[in-house]
């Protein structure tokens, strides 16, 4: 209501989205406005990894279009919409087994750093963030899950992107860490950055999220704030079961 | 005293049976010279020594192999290569840099002789031990016309085709051997290069049966390509004249094809131990010795025993006394005759100087 | 790799450079200095495929393409427009290039290793059978013989330097400038954030892709790069050895003996090809006495190499002295 | 050309094809299922031709006891060499190039050892089967329309092998992910072992029956190796159904291609044909994306 | 409930694990009974992982022994586990992906010790996760990566075991799933098979856990039943950072 004016970030147009026989994304539409963090929720296989891969360019959707900052941006490239501010991690991790932590973290950060010496220092400053400070120039095939997912953040986070699609990047991180993590997102957002997150951690969406849309095999069920969302009588039954307080 | 001779041939390698033979047939000359106490050289009585360097048929490895010869060994002459043309070629120019002679072996591609007629300065103690690639055309193309006049064959359409290996060899030879059939106003119907060592040639086959040749010529150096085409020749029923070059002359062909030769002809008829005597001769000789003589034995044999005899004949290895030698050779061995053409440092062909026989089976 | 040197690291550059430099000065015998010629030809060769192989991660198998296309193209520039072979050695680097920015196309869309090795490799068979067919111009496998020599010159305190068969000192050095120069640009390349980039589309291109790292543009510069300094290897063998085959410089066999240089030295570090051209090409030379148990020899120590020292010989320092994990 | 020349040129395409095929498959499944290139896959060819040759002309015994005993030999080598080479390199990290550098290697070490035991001679086998056969003008030695049929059997076999029975189903899981295999109770190293000495078995008996035609050599592995890829990579990588029509299609067009231009040319069509088909369908021709 | 508290079915003693040249685990010891779920905790990159791959023996072992029903089992392969009736969930899925979901859940009984149960499991399995039966021919790897976890879970499930190692079986899986894998677990558990499991949610560990352990860069911090860890100081400050 506020901001009429300023068009959303992110647009994401009726986009469908199917394989072979499976209908991953079933006419979606997002809009995710500058500053705002929106979790994507959805049972397993609701078509939220898939909406991240259309988005970052991964997949070009059947139907539909991705506009952002107003462009028509479906045609591009991942690395194009990397360059333009799209940064995402991905689910199931794919770090640079052959390099270090370090140094896959100066591949994100690379645009902004003439020396490599600069550039290695800003990467380490990353690391340190996510709590990988002490894996530095460990190879990245010797890490485990949790500090797997970290990296994924810290070499998205490098990219100094607009808007950030985090894909369960809580998933696996130990519980003493997972407050600092939200502390993290939170300084992001305070500093203009737009996240689109997926989580199935209730705690981090509550925390987080200004707006939660539910999506169901490919289309989006309910949305509104968290607390309605995780409070929806079709939500509690589809998703979170008996306990829906799990997870606080 | 002892004489040094540096010797490049492809030892490994698909050329290898040639190179190891033409390997153990100079061994064998210069063990018969050793045994009978040498030769005379500036004055002394001089043993042979060989040293044998791998070529593997390439080039680099042929220079690397030559230049070790002539730097580390400090062999007092080279003969190399022992079958390759692209090493001899590549290696002609490492030795003249180094004023020592040189021989080349069963090379026979004409661009060797180009070369040397290209600069006869340079190349002066270059020579050539076998003839140029155009012999074989030329002992074909006569062939075809003797058998003709004889009344012995008749070609209707004067056509020709060609199934040749896709090397130098292959190729120089259809190349030589095209001009001297449409002169006679033959016309080409097939011009087939195969990949070395090819064996399948139905599809080839099947296209020279529409166009109907009277005349066939295979040139290949691998037998295993030359007994396939013979084979299948029979198998599809071809019944043009087949007329074989090179690799014919090799014992693993006849036992490969059995009765499927019959009729063709081939060349160079270098070696036949069984019909004719001096070559039976050379074969009791080295068979005495427990080695079973193959042709590119009595090449061999030949070759290096007519640079035994230059090198007695001179008197001393010293390169331009040498070549002087050479350029007077006239040295009859069981293969043939040596008289060398000075123009081009190549030996002489013919019925009188080393024959390119063509014979039928 | 992106770390800065340590003085370790150059000291061990200065006494290579060192070493290298003075051996014509300690002995001049014309082999070895023919060997070493070569183990620098087959160096340059060998770290350019490493740069696409172990460094981009783009597994090719046609390489020698390159070589061939670059030594043709720079002998049949000099014979027939009568053009410097000072200026062709470095248009065979660029036809290599251009070469190489076609194939590269095709290979641009596939992401399996087998398939890509499998395409350059047949792209290398077209080459070589084109060069031996179209033979009134390459004159095919008769060779091409007759290629110019470097024209010589005088330098201001060596006097005059002159390239033939018999003058190995002056191939030796001209080959090491040429070395030295292709390394560098390779290792100037490795070191800046282009190379990081590379690396990071070895190890996962979905996730570099992700990162802003444009791959087509990756793998066509990297692969015109590599295609232009195999090219110049190839260029200057043309002239050095003055005979061309399409088998002896388009053929399989040289393309493997790189392969297993690059694998024997160690994939994917800088001194790997250069210690495994040195070691496989003085091995098969120092081996001649063994006669026909040569090549079994050789094969041989390959399979150990690579079974005791799975990443080559460069790792055997830290298998003799294990530094501390930092 | 005319209707009946071009019949003929596919049937010459069809039975050159089967041979690809055959040797593609070998190739096939040590590619598909441990990811190893073996490019020693060209030497265990020549050694399977070698026991063909010992065992039928040597020995004198008939084909039908010579042929199974030499793949029999060769599916042992093939477990043997596996045991002590691969078998250590395929568990370490930087596997997929160790491997091509030990097969290279041992490619050199085979050819060599079997230059210096068996020499450098050219050897052949007798045709297994006698006899033309004649359907109109076109003919075919039988030995030819047996290769044909072996082919298509073998391949058959091991598609089935692969997919339906339990071997099958434990090389390729063992290929997708070792350690996963070995919790659900896959030994890997048997599996690894097994499939080499299989893929080893394929090759002896493509040798086999090649053997008749093709000359045993030294130096016979190499040029099957490189045909043998081709076919591989276009029939789609680890496809036993892609390698056969691949290998046919291929022998389809080499033969159409000779007759169309000349042989010279054959091999830049084949390979032409080769990249546009990855070009246009990067997977292969079969193969799944 | 422990029954024959003197004997444990896995007994782990003194296990050091070296990885290149860094230490991952330090003289690791621990016991699970049959009919016992044990929770294995510890913040990121304490060894969780390790020490349950080197009980399957995916992981050598440098020093230290394991004994599973008094035998030693140190360093065996791992496919010999399955025989003795173990069976494991492989950390971040590790799925057969290029084959089918139906080809992935057979696997989990190929076994020939186990394979006389693979129609009855299969039928199980499938009731457990429709999803299986769902997309029985789809390939395994573009699944969703819940979807894979719920393939991989049912793939160790196939073999009928008596000792059930699972490293972080809820990974990616939405509350709904987790709370029927709780079920799952304690019903199997309830047939007498002893579970292990790592999971970073403590609360949730101890829903179904009688008892656990603590790692902290690679050594056991504390050890004990559930209520002793949930109410422990070194819970709070070394995992939940409290
Ligand atoms: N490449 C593909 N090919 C075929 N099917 C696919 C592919 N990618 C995804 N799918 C299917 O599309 C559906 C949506 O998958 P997606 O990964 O988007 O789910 P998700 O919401 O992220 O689930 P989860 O929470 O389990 O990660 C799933 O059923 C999946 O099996
Ligand atoms: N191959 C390896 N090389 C080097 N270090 C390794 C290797 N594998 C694991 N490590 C290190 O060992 C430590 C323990 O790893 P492990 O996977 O067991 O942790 P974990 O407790 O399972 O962690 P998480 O909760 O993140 O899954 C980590 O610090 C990791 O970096
Ligand atoms: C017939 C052979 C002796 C020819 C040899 N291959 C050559 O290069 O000339
Ligand atoms: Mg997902
Ligand atoms: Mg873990």
């Known amino acids: ?248 | 005293a002892e004489v040094k001779i540096g010797v490049v041939g492809p030892l490994t390698g698909p050329a290898a049976t040639s190179g190891i033979a033409m390997r153990d047939a100079y061994q064998f000359v210069a063990d018969e010279v050793n045994a009978a106490g040498g030769i005379d050289l500036n004055g002394e009585k001089t043993t042979l020594k060989l040293i044998f360097e791998d070529s593997a048929s390439r080039p680099e490895i042929g220079v690397s192999a030559a230049q070790k010869l002539l730097t580390r060994d400090n062999v007092d002459l080279l003969v190399g290569d022992t079958f390759a043309s692209s090493v001899t070629i590549a290696l002609m120019d490492v030795a003249a840099s180094y004023g020592k002679f040189v021989m080349s072996g069963q090379p026979v591609s004409s661009e060797i002789a180009r070369k040397v007629e290209s600069d006869p300065k340079r190349f002066a103690n270059f020579w050539k031990a076998s003839w140029n690639s155009d012999a074989y055309a030329k002992a074909v193309f006569e062939a075809v016309e003797g058998l003709t006049a004889a009344g012995k064959f008749s070609p209707e359409g004067k056509k020709i085709a060609f199934v040749f290996e896709d090397t130098d060899y292959g190729k120089s030879n259809t190349e030589f051997a095209v001009p001297l059939f449409k002169e006679a106003g033959w016309s080409e119907v097939g011009h087939e290069a195969v990949p070395l060592g090819h064996s399948d040639f139905y599809p080839q086959l099947s296209k020279l049966r529409g166009a109907k040749p009277d005349v066939l010529v295979s040139i290949f150096t691998s037998v295993n390509s030359g007994v396939a085409l013979t084979r299948q020749i029979k198998e599809t029923g071809l019944d043009s004249l087949h007329v074989a070059i090179y690799y014919p002359l090799r014992p693993e062909f006849h036992q490969g094809v059995g009765a499927d030769s019959e009729k063709m002809l081939w060349t160079p008829m270098l070696y036949d131990p069984v019909n004719n005597e001096k070559h039976k001769a050379l074969f009791d000789l080295m068979e005495s010795k427990g080695v079973a003589a193959t042709g590119d034995h009595a090449q061999g044999y030949c070759q290096f025993a007519m640079l035994v005899d230059n090198l007695k004949r001179a008197g001393t290895y010293e390169p331009a006394k040498l070549s002087e030698a050479f350029a007077q050779t006239d040295f009859d061995c069981y293969t043939g005759r040596f008289v060398y053409d000075t123009a081009n440092h190549t030996p002489k062909i013919g019925p009188e100087f080393l024959p390119v026989a063509v014979a039928q089976v | 790799m992106f770390k800065p040197y340590t003085l370790q690291s150059r000291l061990c550059i200065a006494g290579a450079l060192v070493l290298m430099l003075a051996l014509p000065l300690i002995t001049s015998d014309p082999y070895i200095m023919h060997v070493m010629v070569l183990v620098m030809i087959f160096g340059i060769f060998a770290s350019a495929w490493n740069l696409v192989t172990g460094f981009a991660g783009l597994k090719t198998f046609g390489h020698h393409a390159f070589f061939g296309l670059g030594a043709y193209g720079s002998a049949l520039l000099s014979m027939n427009l009568a053009i410097s072979p000072w200026i062709t050695l470095w248009l065979g680097g660029l036809i290599a290039a251009g070469a190489g920015f076609f194939i590269g196309t095709p290979i641009l869309r596939i992401r399996s290793m087998a398939h890509v090795a499998i395409v350059t490799l047949g792209f290398a068979e077209i080459v070589r059978i084109c060069i031996a067919n179209f033979s009134s111009v390459t004159r095919g496998e008769m060779g091409l013989w007759g290629i110019p020599q470097f024209e010589g010159f005088t330098l201001p305190f060596a006097g005059p330097i002159t390239f033939s068969p018999a003058d190995k000192v002056s191939f030796y050095y001209l080959s090491l400038v040429l070395l030295l120069l292709m390394l560098g640009v390779i290792v100037c390349l490795m070191r800046s954030k282009t190379g990081l980039a590379m690396l990071a589309m070895r190890d996962g291109e979905d996730a570099a892709e992700s990162l802003g790292v444009n791959l087509t543009r990756m793998k066509l510069m990297v692969f015109g790069l590599s295609a232009f300094i195999v090219g110049i290897a190839g260029a200057f063998y043309a002239h050095y050895l003055s005979i061309l085959t399409p088998a002896s410089v388009v053929g399989l066999d040289l393309m493997i003996s790189i392969i297993a240089m690059v694998l024997v030295g160690g994939l994917g570090t800088f001194t790997g090809p250069l210690v495994g051209a040195l070691v496989l090409t003085v091995l098969i030379e120092a081996m001649r006495d063994l006669e026909s148990y040569r090549m079994l020899g050789y094969g041989l120590l390959i399979v150990l190499i690579v079974m005791y020292l799975p990443k080559g010989l460069v790792t055997l320092r830290e298998r003799c002295f294990p530094r501390p994990q930092e | 050309m005319n209707l009946a020349i071009f019949l003929e040129q596919i049937l010459n395409g069809l039975i050159t094809g089967s041979m690809y095929a055959l040797i593609g498959s070998g190739i096939a499944l040590v590619y598909g299922t441990m990811k190893v290139l073996n490019l020693a896959h060209g030497e265990l060819y020549m050694l399977g031709g070698y026991f063909t040759f010992f065992l039928t002309v040597q020995f004198g015994l008939p084909p039908y006891i010579s042929i199974p005993l030499a793949v029999a030999i060769a599916f042992a080598l093939g477990m043997l060499i596996e045991k002590l080479t691969i078998e250590y390199l395929i568990v370490r990290e930087n596997w997929a190039f160790t491997t091509i550098a030990a097969t290279l290697g041992l490619s050199i070490v085979l050819q060599n050892a079997a230059l210096l035991i068996f020499g450098e001679r050219f050897n052949t086998v007798p045709y297994y089967v006698q006899g033309v056969m004649a359907i109109g003008d076109i003919r075919l030695p039988w030995q030819r329309v047996l290769i044909f049929v072996v082919a298509l059997a073998v391949i058959g076999l091991f598609t089935w092998l692969l997919k339906y029975t339990r071997l099958g189903w434990s090389i390729r899981a063992t290929a997708q992910d070792r350690d996963a295999a070995q919790v659900v109770g896959i030994p890997v190293r048997r599996v690894y072992m097994i499939c080499f000495g299989l893929a080893a078995a394929l090759g002896a008996l493509a040798a086999a029956m090649l053997a008749p035609i093709n000359a045993i050599s030294p130096w016979a592995g190499i040029p099957v190796l490189l045909k043998g890829f081709v076919v591989v990579v276009l029939g789609g990588l680890g496809s036993f159904p892609g390698a056969i029509a691949a290998g046919l299609l291929l022998g389809v067009v080499e033969a159409i291609g000779v007759q169309l231009t000349s042989s010279e040319w054959r091999d830049v069509i084949s390979f032409t044909l080769m990249i546009a088909v990855i070009w246009w369908r990067p997977w292969g021709l079969f193969g799944k994306k | 409930m422990a029954t024959d508290s003197a004997k444990p079915m896995l007994d782990v003693q003194n296990v050091n694990v070296i990885y290149g040249n860094y230490q991952v685990l330090w003289d690791v010891s621990m016991q699970a009974h049959a009919g016992q779920v044990m929770a294995v905790l510890g913040p990121n990159g304490s060894g969780k992982s390790t020490i349950l791959k080197a009980i399957m023996g995916l992981t050598p072992v440098r020093s230290g022994k394991v004994f599973l029903n008094g035998e030693d089992i140190t360093n065996r392969p791992a496919h010999e586990m399955v025989a003795r009736g173990m069976s494991m969930v492989l950390e971040r899925r590790r799925l057969f992906t290029g084959m089918t979901v139906y080809e992935n859940v057979m696997l989990g009984a190929y076994h020939h010790s186990v394979q006389k149960y693979a129609k009855d499991r299969l039928e199980w399995v499938e009731s457990l996760f429709p999803i299986i039966a769902e997309r029985r021919d789809q390939i395994a790897g573009k699944m969703s990566g819940g979807e894979q976890q719920m393939v991989a879970i049912a793939r160790a499930l196939m073999s009928k075991p008596q000792l059930l190692l699972m490293d972080e079986p809820y990974l990616g899986l939405t509350p709904r799933i987790v709370q029927q894998i709780a079920d799952i677990i304690r019903k199997v558990n309830a047939e007498g098979i002893a579970v292990i499991f790592n999971e970073q949610n403590v609360k949730l560990s101890f829903g179904i856990s009688s008892h656990g352990y603590l790692l902290e860069s690679g050594r056991v911090m504390l050890s004990g039943t559930g209520d002793e860890m949930m109410n422990s100081d070194v819970i709070r400050r070394v995992y939940l950072g409290e």
């Open chain 1, 1 to 248: 209501m506020a901001n009429v004016a300023s068009a959303p970030l992110l647009q994401v147009d009726a986009i469908t989205m199917i394989f072979g026989g499976i209908v991953a994304i079933d006419n979606l539409s997002l809009d995710v406005k500058q500053g705002q963090i929106l979790a994507l929720m959805g049972p397993n296989g609701a078509g939220k990894t898939t909406t991240f891969h259309v988005i970052a360019g991964v997949h070009k959707p059947t139907l539909g279009c991705i506009l952002f900052q107003g462009q028509d941006i479906t045609a591009l490239r991942p690395d194009a919409r990397c360059r333009a501010g799209v940064a995402r991690t991905f689910q199931i991790t794919q770090p640079f087994e052959q390099l270090s932590v370090a140094e896959n973290i100066m591949v994100g950060a690379r645009p902004y750093h003439s020396s490599m010496a600069e550039l290695r220092k800003a990467s380490e400053a990353y690391a340190h963030k996510v709590g990988l400070g002490d894996k530095l120039n460990t190879l990245a095939k010797g890490l485990s899950t949790g500090q797997r997912k970290r990296l994924e953040l810290a070499r998205a986070m490098a990219t100094r992107p607009k808007l950030l699609l985090m894909d369960e990047v809580t998933g696996g991180v130990d519980m003493k860490s997972i407050p600092g993590l939200i502390d993290l997102v939170k300084t992001l957002r305070a500093d203009g950055l737009t996240i689109v997150l997926i989580e199935h951690n209730m705690r981090v969406i509550n925390e987080l999220a200004d707006e939660a849309v539910f999506m169901n095999r490919g289309a989006r069920m309910v949305s509104g704030t968290p607390h309605e969302v995780a409070t929806n009588p079709a939500v509690v039954e589809l998703y979170l079961g008996e306990s829906a307080d799990h997870g606080h």
